[in-house]
């Protein structure tokens, strides 16, 4: 499969933007899909995790209760809507898929697919 993220650009502080991710072929709806971000400097690290239908989702603490990650499998899109944004959310932002089940999705070397990146970049 492959993966196409877009969505990204720059935003003030406390702001919002939504990324979307499309997949090709028809077999979205058989992949785990996640979010994950790369800062400058720093390791990939994990963002955000959806199940195949879309029923479960989980996140860690540092964007809990900020981000919300959704798909739309008839669309093969998944998409990330980030609110109340801060500076340390800048980074470039990838989507990702993989096969299996829904319980350990955090770990990058998880996945088997990558999209592009999208740079997110929150700043005044």
């Known amino acids: 499969v492959q993966l196409q993220a877009s969505g990204g650009g720059l935003v003030q502080p406390g702001g919002s933007l939504r990324l979307s991710c499309v997949a090709s072929?028809?077999?979205?709806?058989?992949?785990?899909m996640g979010w994950f971000r790369q800062a400058t400097g720093k390791e990939r690290e994990f963002v955000a995790a959806?199940?195949?239908?879309?029923?479960?989702?989980y996140y860690p603490d540092s964007v809990k209760g900020r981000f919300t990650i959704s798909r739309d499998n008839a669309k093969n899109t998944v998409y990330l809507q980030m609110n109340s944004l801060k500076s340390e959310d800048t980074a470039l932002y990838f989507c990702?898929?993989?096969?299996?089940?829904?319980?350990?999705?955090?770990?990058?070397?998880?996945?088997?697919?990558w999209g592009q990146g999208t740079q997110v970049t929150v700043s005044s």
């Open positions: 072929g028809r077999t979205f709806g058989s992949y785990i």
């Open positions: 959806i199940n195949k239908s879309g029923s479960s989702t």
């Open positions: 990702a898929a993989r096969k299996g089940t829904f319980t350990i999705v955090t770990r990058r070397d998880e996945y088997d697919y």
